[in-house]
């Protein structure tokens, strides 16, 4: 019953480190995305994935890599991190991009560059 | 642009007592509307989905109106628990070409019922 898994939960980078957030779903969806929730705002998209092995931007795909090796997982890389990305990361999963499906989160991920 | 503006930002309210928060849209083509409860700390879980043709939806003390007409949408929550402390999300898919959406998310209300 885990749904959607996001790993770490937390992390302190200092600006200029790289680091990777995975997430993994169990539900067999081929949609996946990666948003960050910042105080004040809606999610945004950043960026987010139809199938294995296939990548899309969104909204704010600046300073951000993804990668979708496999079905399950999705991978959020930042190579240089910026104090601007001091965030809360969500991932998610779907079945469809239909209009009516409904999106599946994580946990989220709380990410402080300093 | 497609937007999605939800109010109050924050509202405080006695355990026992109900409120109502709104959500205004200007997504078009319109489809569909969903009300997501995040915990803080948690990820945000869906609560109900408003599709076109529905006016009123309920889901235990939860209850969501959808007025396509003037765009707007309400969730109603009866008798407050301490456990409905989180913020409220409303999303309006948004039509981005090829049969695919991608989600246009308020900016939540911040609820906190206290004893």
């Known amino acids: 019953n885990a749904g959607v898994t996001q790993t770490p939960k937390f992390r302190v980078l200092k600006t200029g480190q790289s680091m990777t957030l995975l997430c993994a779903q169990d539900m067999n969806h081929e949609y996946m995305y990666w948003y960050r929730q910042d105080p004040g705002m809606g999610l945004r998209l950043i960026h987010y994935?139809?199938?294995?092995?296939?990548?899309a931007k969104g909204e704010v795909p600046d300073g951000y890599n993804v990668s979708r090796l496999k079905k399950q997982n999705f991978l959020l890389g930042l190579e240089s991190a910026a104090p601007s990305q001091t965030s809360v990361y969500f991932c998610?999963?779907?079945?469809?991009?239909?209009?009516?499906?409904?999106?599946?989160f994580g946990q989220g991920t709380r990410l402080t560059v300093v | 642009k497609n937007q999605v503006e939800q109010s109050p930002q924050s509202l405080i309210i006695l355990e026992g007592k109900n409120c109502t928060l709104q959500?205004?849209?200007?997504?078009?083509?319109?489809?569909?509307l969903r009300w997501y409860k995040q915990d803080t700390g948690r990820g945000p879980v869906s609560l109900t989905i408003?599709?076109?043709?529905?006016n009123t939806k309920s889901n235990g003390r939860y209850t969501a109106t959808l007025d396509a007409d003037t765009k707007q949408s309400s969730l109603h929550i009866t008798a407050s628990q301490l456990s409905d402390s989180a913020s409220y999300i409303c999303v309006v898919p948004t039509y981005s070409g090829a049969g695919s959406y991608q989600l246009t998310f308020g900016k939540g209300t911040k609820l906190s019922v206290i004893p």
């Open positions: 959500c205004n849209y200007t997504v078009s083509p319109f489809s569909n």
């Open positions: 998610a999963s779907s079945l469809t991009r239909g209009g009516n499906t409904e999106a599946f």
């Open positions: 994935s139809v199938g294995e092995g296939t990548t």
């Open positions: 408003m599709t076109f043709s529905e």
